[in-house]
């Protein structure tokens, strides 16, 4: 089917919008990595706490911590808004954000190497976590060969210079469609290209797992993708040390069940990421994205976290 074309008012907003998103990023791009990251930081901490996003936020605090005082959410979610800010500001430099810059290391390097040297397909996972765009880089710098999975921006210009960039750091994006672009995405498996997905978001009509003692939708298509090939999950994570410096870890991969019960061990997948998730998330809470509206919507209407903690069996 044609896709349908956009009014001229919303074609005119798109170029207003990836004109400001140019100038913006010239002028990050202009300065020094600590200062562009630092002055990026600062300006959304500023922004970040008067947008509609940052009552989500606050409210996705609560139903993770719903132990912590106002004074500790309120802590989290200024970190959190700084290193948004941050990363929006180094999009324009991922490029300088290297080994061999001395401003990344990488923690389990070794087992990149060895998926290289295999050829092995592994479906990478990981979530929104510190500097997130920095996994991908890691990635396609390690030679391992890999489809980046990415949801395409809704400003087709914008989205245009997002895939411009990242390709001049070798990293060729992938936005999977329906049926065709999972087709897509299983042939690259079968070709022996490993893929990666982030496993973090709601998804409507998912596999309901527990993250953080309550029930989330969870997409479960890594966890079917890897079923259909290795059976091998490979978690990795990035943490922001200091400033614009970062630490890439390539955990122990995650070796999947296969029961022979096609459906409970799509779940146990599921439920094995949202821990992993979960526990990053908790190692380093203010360096996660916030903004997601992670759990069911009536998780939001009501200020007490206690209505939506069902009991949950945590077994896999």
């Known amino acids: 089917m044609t896709q349908r074309r956009p009014s001229w008012t919303r074609d005119i907003l798109w170029r207003l919008e990836a004109l400001g998103f140019d100038v913006i990023g010239l002028l990050f791009a202009l300065m020094p990595i600590d200062v562009a990251s630092a002055v990026g930081g600062s300006a959304l901490k500023l922004i970040g706490p008067l947008t509609s996003a940052h009552r989500t936020a606050r409210r996705n605090l609560m139903i993770a911590f719903p132990e912590w005082d106002e004074a500790q959410r309120a802590q989290v979610l200024r970190e959190q808004w700084e290193n948004v800010g941050r990363m929006a500001a180094e999009f324009q430099m991922l490029g300088r954000l290297t080994a061999d810059s001395g401003r990344l290391e990488v923690i389990g390097a070794d087992r990149l190497e060895t998926i290289r040297k295999s050829g092995e397909a592994v479906v990478f996972v990981s979530g929104h976590l510190s500097n997130w765009e920095i996994m991908p880089m890691t990635i396609a710098n390690s030679g391992v060969r890999c489809q980046m999975t990415y949801r395409a921006a809704n400003n087709p210009y914008i989205d245009r210079r997002i895939i411009r960039s990242r390709a001049r750091y070798g990293v060729e994006l992938f936005a999977p469609k329906g049926e065709s672009g999972s087709r897509e995405i299983l042939e690259a498996l079968r070709r022996g290209e490993s893929v990666a997905l982030m496993n973090d978001q709601k998804f409507n009509g998912g596999v309901e797992a527990p993250f ?6 969870t997409a479960p298509g890594p966890t079917r993708l890897a079923l259909r090939s290795s059976g091998v ?17 390539v955990h122990e991969p995650i070796i999947l069940e296969r029961s022979g019960d096609r459906a409970a061990d799509i779940e146990a997948g599921v439920r094995r990421i949202n821990a992993f998730i979960e526990a990053r998330v908790r190692e380093r809470p203010s360096e996660w994205f916030w903004v997601h509206k992670r759990w069911p919507a009536q998780a939001y209407e009501s200020p007490k976290e206690w209505l939506f903690r069902p009991l949950i069996s945590l077994s896999v």
Do not use: K
């Not at 999950?233 to 870890?249: D, H, K, N, W, Y």
């Open 212 to 217: 953080f003692g309550v029930m989330a939708h």
């Open 233 to 249: 999950l490979q978690p990795m994570s990035v943490q922001r040390t200091r400033g614009a410096r970062f630490r890439v870890v």
